[in-house]
């Protein structure tokens, strides 16, 4: 998700204010969450003893612009936390709130007010009135539980926007349509690419015979160009003693989001063990590295693995294939010495660049992640380490003249990162390439290389993914192709279509033709032709060859793209060159 702008921001965390006053107006009894303004809208959750629905949206609706009308000033106020605990007594969600901040040594609390009669707990930014709103859309109703926690109590969350004018609304209404179409899940079960089904666990993908396909492309492409960057590849397994993971630090920084231990019961001379499915795949790379002792000669070591790692995400984030519970990293290791870090860096942005590109992502937004502010004690290693890997990264991004953002909270609790970031034609961020560097992990395992000078010295180890999760990464191109994948990813490259059944037999030798040259095709031949153009749109297959007398006389087929352009007649030798020298482009057609 993108960084909000601050007037984006203040619009939407304004709107779901007034949406916080209408619910309270119209279920007095409603206990307050959270609103805050998001990516393209807000939200606010509610705990209703009402149960509400999409339908009652509109009556809604209409009470917030009642309150927007009134022009309502929005004023701030700072309070104490006795002060604040007093006045939202009413409200528990609220109160739980406070002694969070109470906790964390705040000794005072921003109330923002809108008018006399409403009051919410709010850091801000907003409006000056609620007047600046000038149009608004509720859109949807969900469950959500408290503060993400499948533990606490489901709220009622409303989605909404907000806007500056009637123009921009009716611009982000047809946005919003646009989007639907492209919904990765709608697009999966019309093409039958992916399902995720209860009975296997939600969040978890079973992959259909066609994405199989795209997936097995990029695959092989991956391997490919790693293999001419001096990568090794590395399998590890699935599972981990619970010791590996304590060394690692996980079951310290990490355990909310690993799924539970596995204790396998005492078994003839063995202890009582316990497992865990890995979240990540560095400390397995890690101990390949401790299996022997290393040389500087040996560095840097590169090495690669496709894989698959187990997360526990909360129910309520979970969303198709770009937020699941088991996902493929591409995952990559290196392990150098301080003087060739930098260089390392840069061949991995090279890298990124370069595989972007050939996946359509022309546009690209960088992010510098480092450390926060608060919770400094949840980063590990040195103080200096740290000053010096986020110098080091920034200078990099600077020579290169790559423009960037920071990031600032976003490293990881052991080390800083660089993030490149997908824009889609909708100007939607979708998250990556991640390079990292690892101060946690060289000290906790003892990694060691002899160096030049005879002594043991720690190694640098930067962590890497190029296209992030492969569900993830293909569920970002179903969005971002609708379906029609380029070329060389197409489940089904060309639809053959006889006429008539009097070309069956020509049709089905120039499919099997195509086969044995590599190119994915398939004959189709039941019902009327237009039915079988349609099937072929439909399925999104990028070349239609259709094949009547005049083709079976002449030796050639007429050629028709998916978009519904006619190209005419062409030798099919010819159009199988094309093919090739599309795919070899990476061309989308």
Known sequence: MKNLNLSDEKLNHSASHVLAQAMQ???????LGIGPAIENGFYYDFD????????DLEKISDEMTKIIEQDLPIISKEISINEAKELFESQPFKLELIDDLSLEGIKSVSVYYTG?????????????????????????????????????KMLTRIYGAAFLSQKDMEKYLWRQEELKKRDHRKIGKDLDLFSIDPDVGPGLIL??????????????YWRKEHRKRGYEYVYTPHVGIDNLWKTSGHLENYKESMYPEMKMPKKDKEEETKYYVKPMNCPFHIKIYKSRPRSYRELPLRWCELGTVYRYEESGVLHGMLRVRGFTQDDAHIICTESQFVEEINKVLDFALNLNSDFGFKELKVYLSVRGTKKADKYV??????????KTLEEILKERKIKFEKDIGGAKFYGPAIDLKAVDPFGREWQGTTIQLDFNNPERFSMTYTGEDGKEHTPIMIHRT????????????????EGAFPVWLSPQQVAVLPI???????????????????IRSVLLSNQTLNSRIRQAQLEKIPYMLIIGKREVESKTVSLRLRTGKDKGEIKLTDFITLVKNKVKKKSII
């Not at 107006?25 to 206990?31: T, V």
């Not at 209703?48 to 339908?55: G, V």
């Not at 992959?207 to 092989?220: A, C, D, F, M, N």
């Not at 190029?466 to 192709?481: D, K, N, Q, S």
Request: charged share 30%; net charge neutral.
């Open 25 to 31: 107006k119209l279920f007095p009894k409603a206990k």
């Open 48 to 55: 209703l003893d009402n149960k509400i629905s999409e339908q």
């Open 116 to 152: 006399n009669k409403f009051f919410d707990l709010c850091k801000g930014p907003h409006l000056k009135s609620t007047g600046e709103i000038k149009a608004l859309k509720l859109n949807s109703v969900a469950g959500a539980y408290w503060k993400g926690k499948e533990t606490n």
């Open 207 to 220: 992959w259909h015979p066609k994405l199989s396909i795209v997936r097995e492309e990029i695959e092989l």
């Open 381 to 390: 290693g040195k103080v200096s380490s740290w000053e010096m890997a986020e």
């Open 466 to 481: 190029l296209l992030g999760a492969m569900e993830r990464f293909i569920g970002t191109l179903i969005e971002m192709y």
């Open 500 to 518: 008539s059944e009097d070309q069956f037999k020509s049709a089905d030798k120039i499919q099997k033709e195509l086969s044995d040259t590599g």
